[in-house]
């Protein structure tokens, strides 16, 4: 009796070979686009529609003032966020540009998926790599904020599915065509982020022995490749461009010169190949064991699983004909983590620098969810051949790549969406609306650095401010671009430097007292803190508390504690809950100053008492204003920082030393006992908790020894 035909699974090569000439081409270009779409409209949903943390508010100042972002300047994210900021008529600076975003990053997922399915012909395969990235928590965040990442996801993207559409090219002109335009997105992908140059090093030598192996490579072939790479690079003519014509109220460096542009295209001010200067980073080994784990949580076991089995189906005697695109991929991903470990120099351990370096793991995190699109459809094609029903193992693979996607989607959407975040907005305005008429501001580090300079530049908020920044009065370039734009301030030299004076080079330096002496006319505030290598505004100021900032007093005035309590109780109008942010996140780093800046006053004034050279009496009083402060600051916030447990504690001990008549010594007693148990239960490794324990237990002798007294006295009077 005759068997039934088996129905035939769909040939991998078959499908890539009516896929056409162009990445849109074809059935799988269709459901690339209408993947990429589907990706869209759920980054959309989740978008910030304000000013996100980290270097956005930068790269969008710098965009929208045509002048030049950090290091390596980032050209084409600049022009391109600058052309969407022009033409698009809805929403914030900020909002264009996070929506420019979330579409690089949903095209981006749609070319992981061709690059599976040209290779793979698996369309469950392609949703798979596509779907376990794009909704991952990391690529989530990082695609839906103005940041540089979802444009070189894209670029990862690219490279990848061009890589494949090579391998699959028939003919030696459509290999020529390929090889020309990849070389040329290769030069453009390096105008934005410079990590993808490892994957580069990796494609061109392969493409190039590809074609030498099918005697295609001459030496005018090659010439046209160099030329297209360079042609990709055009844009960075930009960055000389716009410091020419210097009218950007905010740029970095000055590219005027080949030097200076080399200086900034090298990242020198960096440190060339680091990820910031002067930090001691975690081991290779432990940036290693980090990544892997961030692997594992962010695209789960299964995933990784899928993509050893793409490799490993490469040794085995049945392998397929894609098996070098698969090692090159494979190597693309062990050259970048090896590399990037070697010289991430950030201590990761430390939440705020595992949420900078955890981002450039997205690069090889595109390749792990190719790799496992491969695999899943490597077990598939497998399957088919040893059983016979291809309709069963067609509903498994593609319940198994829906099952990963969707178990994404719903671990992640919420975590990941911003729709209603403006914290570090919030940040910004409330800090500038805080600041009298006129004032000069010191910026320091990017939290206030970019927050502040956005909503100053970019939405026009309190013209009347200059923002000065510290770390940038220190290049020589910053000055000489720059002071133009800060009307009103006089600088008394070309360079900020601790040594006054002319430096080796003649360049005519001066420091923080002699800016303090000269502007005089203006009240100046620093956000947040001064630089540690120039303390010689001690000669003649002092820092008094200002919020999150300070304001340099002279030190001719004196210090009156009840008016500068009244003066910045309500700086700020800031209600988000204390914690309610990732440790890692920027928005985290902002709530805590904000929070911070509540008690700030308070330890000042009790600061003062401990180490003021003062009468007992002005003691006494700094001591009770401070008390008094804290105990109005910890009983309006019930959950709060838990250092303030540990400040409240300490001032109540103090007042208990004074013998205030208008104070209960019990209620002293019971508020330190307290507070210090509550630090010590939620603050295990401070170095000072046994001590503080030994307190406790004498501290609750003498409330014993109170009350008795009290309850004696009672019953002597009864």
Not at 186 to 206: E, F, M, R
Not at 318 to 345: D, E, H
Not at 582 to 598: D, F, G, I, L
Request: glycine letters at 8%; hydrophobic letters at 45%; aromatic letters at 12%.
């Amino acid at each position: 009796m005759a068997r039934p035909a088996r129905r035939a699974r769909p040939n991998p090569e078959g499908a890539a070979a009516h896929m056409g000439a162009g990445v849109g081409g074809g059935a799988g270009g269709a459901a690339a686009g209408a993947l990429g779409a589907a990706v869209a409209a759920l980054y959309m949903a989740t978008l910030p529609p304000a000013l996100p943390g980290g270097d956005a508010g930068e790269l969008i100042t710098a965009a929208y003032e045509l002048g030049v972002a950090h290091p390596p300047g980032y050209p084409l994210f600049t022009l391109l966020a600058k052309l969407v900021m022009g033409l698009l008529p809805v929403g914030s600076p900020a909002f264009r540009v996070n929506l420019l975003c979330s579409l690089l990053g949903a095209a981006a997922a749609s070319l992981l998926f061709y690059t599976v399915f040209r290779l793979s012909g698996s369309y469950a395969g392609g949703i798979l790599a596509a779907g376990v990235f794009s909704f991952s928590r990391l690529t989530w965040q990082w695609s839906i904020t103005a940041e540089v990442f979802s444009l070189n996801n894209l670029f990862v993207g690219l490279l990848m599915a061009l890589t494949a559409h090579f391998e699959e090219a028939s003919t030696a002109r459509e290999r020529s065509k390929i090889s020309k335009f990849g070389a040329f997105c290769c030069g453009l992908s390096l105008c934005n982020q410079h990590t993808i140059v490892l994957y580069i090093a990796c494609i061109v030598p392969w493409v190039l022995s590809q074609l030498f192996r099918k005697m295609e490579l001459s030496l005018g072939h090659l010439l046209k490749l160099s030329l297209c790479f360079l042609a990709g690079l055009l844009p960075y003519l930009y960055l000389p461009a716009s410091s020419y014509l210097s009218r950007a109220r905010w740029t970095w460096g000055d590219q005027t010169t080949f030097q200076g542009f080399l200086t900034h295209f090298l990242r020198e001010e960096y440190g060339t190949f680091n990820l910031a200067k002067s930090e001691t980073g975690s081991s290779m080994r432990e940036m290693l064991a980090f990544q892997l784990e961030q692997m594992k949580s962010e695209l789960s076991l299964p995933v990784l699983a899928l993509a050893l089995v793409a490799c490993v189906n490469t040794v085995l005697p049945t392998k397929q004909q894609k098996s070098p695109v698969i090692w090159l991929f494979a190597g693309m991903l062990c050259l970048y983590s090896l590399f990037f470990s070697w010289r991430a120099n950030l201590d990761i351990t430390k939440p705020l620098f595992l949420g900078v370096v955890e981002r450039f793991w997205l690069q090889s995190s595109a390749v792990v969810a190719v790799l496992a699109g491969l695999g899943l459809a490597t077990l598939a094609s497998v399957g088919s051949t040893m059983l016979e029903s291809s309709c069963v193992l067609l509903w498994l693979e593609w319940l198994s790549a829906l099952t990963l996607v969707t178990s994404q989607i719903w671990a992640n959407y919420s975590t990941c969406d911003q729709s209603n975040s403006y914290t570090i907005d919030k940040f910004a305005r409330n800090v500038l609306s805080s600041m009298p008429t006129g004032a000069v501001i010191l910026l320091r580090g990017d939290l206030p650095g970019n927050a502040l300079r956005y909503i100053h530049y970019c939405e026009g908020m309190r013209p009347d401010i200059t923002l000065v920044d510290q770390e940038m009065m220190t290049y020589e370039w910053y000055l000489p671009k720059l002071a133009k734009h800060l009307p009103g301030i006089y600088f008394p030299g070309n360079r900020w430097n601790p040594v006054e004076g002319v430096l080796p080079d003649g360049t005519l330096a001066f420091n923080l007292h002699r800016f303090l002496e000269v502007n005089k006319h203006k009240e100046v505030f620093v956000c947040i803190g001064l630089h540690e290598g120039d303390s010689t505004w001690r000669r003649s100021y002092s820092l008094w508390p200002w919020g999150t900032c300070e304001k340099l007093v002279p030190s001719s005035i004196v210090f009156d504690p009840g008016e500068w309590i009244h003066l910045t109780r309500n700086l700020y109008n800031w209600t988000e809950d204390y914690g309610s942010f990732k440790p890692s996140s920027w928005e985290a780093v902002a709530n805590e100053e904000m929070w911070q800046a509540r008690m700030k006053t308070a330890f000042f004034i009790f600061e003062l008492a401990e180490t003021a050279s003062v009468t007992a009496e002005i003691k006494s009083q700094l001591y009770t204003f401070a008390y008094t402060s804290y105990k109005e600051i910890v009983n309006s916030h019930p959950n709060h920082p838990v250092n303030w447990h540990k400040n409240y504690a300490i001032a109540c001990e103090r007042m208990l030393r004074l013998h205030q008549v208008d104070v209960d010594p019990e209620v002293l007693l019971s508020e330190t006992v307290k507070h210090f148990l509550l630090y010590t239960e939620k603050v295990e490794d401070d170095p000072q908790q046994q001590d503080i324990l030994q307190a406790v237990k004498h501290l609750k002798k003498e409330l014993q020894g109170l009350r008795k007294m009290k309850e004696d006295v009672r019953r002597g009077a009864a």
